[in-house]
């Protein structure tokens, strides 16, 4: 491991913690970035030469927080922020009972933010991805998103947004809008942008650790990992999505499909993300339909949505026979989805009528916007 | 912190039968806990006049400023620790589900 790389991993592990203390102690959310940059900085300049400290974390928050007292005492702001900040002996045992970085996750995913300003505080803030970064992803101008950020900023400030993680039913209701921003972000990973997706799973991984009372925390990192554990084998050689039974499964990651399994069999509670994750799991190992088919009719109460009805529709079809599922599929209102065709077309050939479903895939085949899509789609008609 | 809370009407009230919340109540509880500091309905807006001055002249002119579809009705002055908790006291106010609130910080000059 070079120097760089330890600088890296340091830096991954303490940045969000020296962010969300210097937030926590200061309320100034620049000035704490500015100060966590400047310490990985330095630490990039001195440790080639100096080594690298035993304690990377705390020397890089040593650091930071000295640049934040110093940059206080030179604006003199008050007597207090700096009390706090000053103590460096043997802190005061007054163990957070809030670890500062969840206060800084909930804080960046309050609701009263708008939901584009929340991903783009988490990735700037929490992940540290430069802003430019984050512009090119959400394909607006770098300006754009610095204005985004300054606003998001701005607006925790004026309306005063607390730096504190919800309790009890408030806890409830707000954890679910946490779990979405990471979702967001990881399925923007996986859309062309692969850094997001590590981030939301390392945001994930933080969030069930943080969390442990909170099942979903733990069903959205397996969920996230089973999603992952396919990324090499999605695309074929010239770059077209594949279909999940198109995989070469011999390239699914077997490491993270464990991991995910593990997890999933600690927990005991069936919430939406928890509920995907036991789907992945089950098509990631060998697909259990009945099993699969019990999770959509639970999802489908849980989150209804006509997504949700096809596939619960597609996992009847294989449970308990294409009768079944062509039954539930006439019940869903897609309009002319080419996903939903295919899906009634796969049914009506498996029931033995080849001229409709023929046609149907034909049909299916010219709504799609995919090329790749549409050609296996014409395979399929022409094979009947 | 204070924040102005606007009461406001909504094309989409809420749906769920239960009981709504009782106001008197609402305002009550409020007012003991000094979380509101004034408030009250507005005249309708049939009984509203707008005024403006341009190049020294005044324009006064008959009704509201915009005819929208959804209006203010009244406002509550509140004073809370922060906006988690502004939230929780709009949440339990009636019109929250007859209508919508919408919060807004005073800001100190």
């Not at chain 1, 491991?1 to 962010?19: G, S």
């Not at chain 2, 008197?24 to 403006?52: F, K």
């Not at chain 2, 502004?86 to 000059?109: Q, T």
Request: hydrophobic share 45%.
């Amino acid at each position: 491991m070079t120097v760089h790389d330890t600088v890296e991993a340091a830096a991954r592990d303490a940045y969000p913690r020296i962010v969300a203390t210097l937030i926590r102690v200061t309320g100034e959310w620049s000035l704490a970035e500015d100060c966590a940059q400047e310490a990985l900085a330095l630490a990039l300049q001195r440790w080639p030469s100096d080594g690298v400290p035993a304690n990377p974390g705390g020397w890089l928050m040593t650091v930071a927080r000295n640049r934040a007292i110093d940059q206080l005492r030179r604006a003199a702001v008050e007597r207090r922020k700096l009390a706090e900040l000053i103590p460096q002996e043997p802190a005061p045992v007054e163990e957070p009972v809030v670890d500062d970085r969840l206060r800084l996750i909930f804080t960046c995913c309050h609701p009263a933010l708008s939901l584009e300003a929340r991903v783009a505080l988490t990735l700037r803030t929490i992940c540290a991805v430069p802003t430019p970064d984050i512009a090119r992803a959400f394909l607006v101008t770098d300006s754009t998103m610095t204005r985004r950020l300054t606003r998001a900023k701005a607006k925790i400030a004026d309306a005063r947004i607390p730096y504190r993680v919800p309790t009890g039913r408030s806890l409830t209701e707000r954890l679910p809008g946490v779990l979405a921003v990471l979702y967001l972000l990881f399925t923007h990973g996986y859309n062309g942008y692969p850094a997001f997706a590590e981030e939301a799973i390392r945001l994930a991984r933080l969030l069930r650790e943080l969390m442990p009372g909170q099942p979903e925390a733990g069903g959205l990192l397996a969920l996230f990992l089973f999603q992952h554990s396919r990324r090499e084998a999605r695309v074929d050689d010239e770059g077209n999505l594949l279909t999940f039974d198109r995989q070469d499964r011999g390239r699914w990651d077997q490491e993270m499909i464990a991991e995910g399994l593990d997890l999933l069999g600690a927990i005991d509670g069936d919430g939406p993300y928890t509920l995907q994750a036991r789907i992945a799991a089950s098509h990631a190992t060998a697909t259990d339909w009945p099993f699969v088919a019990a999770c959509y009719d639970r999802l489908a109460e849980l989150q209804p949505s006509p997504v949700v009805e096809l596939n619960r529709a597609v996992a009847h079809s294989y449970a308990f026979g294409p009768q079944e599922g062509l039954a539930l599929l006439e019940k869903v209102d897609l309009g002319d989805y080419s996903l939903a065709v295919a899906a009634e077309a796969d049914m009506v050939a498996r029931s033995g009528d080849r001229v409709r479903a023929a046609a149907l895939f034909r049909r299916a085949a010219a709504l799609s916007s995919s090329e790749a899509e549409r050609e296996a789609l014409l395979r399929r008609s022409n094979d009947l | 912190m204070k924040y102005m809370m606007f009461v406001c009407t909504d094309t989409e009230p809420d749906t769920d039968p239960s009981p709504e919340a009782d106001i008197e109540v609402w305002v009550e509880e409020n007012d003991t806990r000094g979380r509101r500091l004034d408030g009250s309905v507005l005249g309708s807006r049939s009984s509203a006049t707008t005024v403006r001055v341009r190049n020294g002249q005044l324009l006064v002119s008959d009704g509201p400023f915009a005819e929208t579809k959804e209006f203010i009705v009244g406002y509550d002055l509140l004073e809370c620790a922060d906006l988690d908790e502004a939230i929780e006291v709009a949440r339990a106010h009636p019109m929250a589900r007859g209508g919508r609130l919408e919060l807004r910080p005073l800001v100190d000059l």
